[in-house]
């Protein structure tokens, strides 16, 4: 199992809708969770922090499942703005960070 | 304002020719790091430090080396670059170790074409 896996997509979604994808993470011991959003050869900006308790941030919701192994980010009311791609990131250890490859994002008109 | 600067943002040089990527960062974090970015192969840790005087290797550090004299500054040296090179590089910093929950700040990017 990678250490790290996305859905590479693309998803291509119509303006408006709710879109969610996954990452999954196989080291138990992980302890800190991001997603990341990184435009065509920019470079990845902080989109949030995954809580153990799930957390919000305006249109965008990010949860956790230890049990699972997963996060998860949820976009509601999709914008045009919101077609990147997104990238999953597990601390497996302190001084260790993986990226997920990401997921492409497609909002279409 | 607070950031992470790279110098230079793109560069074509040629095979042998030694090469440094300056990485600087104002926000006094003491993790800092770099990666090479693929297409199909995503973000991969070359080397790391944890602090003055304390670096390490990621996942691809052949071919590479790094030096951490300063906090703020974090360069990245290939000493004969090679075509496999080519790349987008990326350098990052925290604030701390990445267990504490602090996120990374990434600088703008390098473009390197080795040919």
Redesign the interface.
Known sequence: RKEVEQDPGPFNVPEGATVAFNCTYSNSASQSFFWYRQDCRKEPKLLMSVYSSGNEDGRFTAQLNRASQYISLLIRDSKLSDSATYLCVVNLRDDKIIFGKGTRLHILP | EAQVTQNPRYLITVTGKKLTVTCSQNMNHEYM?W?RQDP??????IY?S?NVEVT?KGDVPEGYKVSRKEKRNFPLILESPSPNQTS?Y?CASSLG?????????????TRLSIL
């Not at chain 2, 199909?40 to 840790?45: A, P, T």
């Open positions: 790091s990666y199909g192969l995503g973000l991969r840790q790391y944890m390490d987008l990326f170790l990445v267990g504490s929950n602090q996120p990374q700040h990434f600088g703008d990017g």
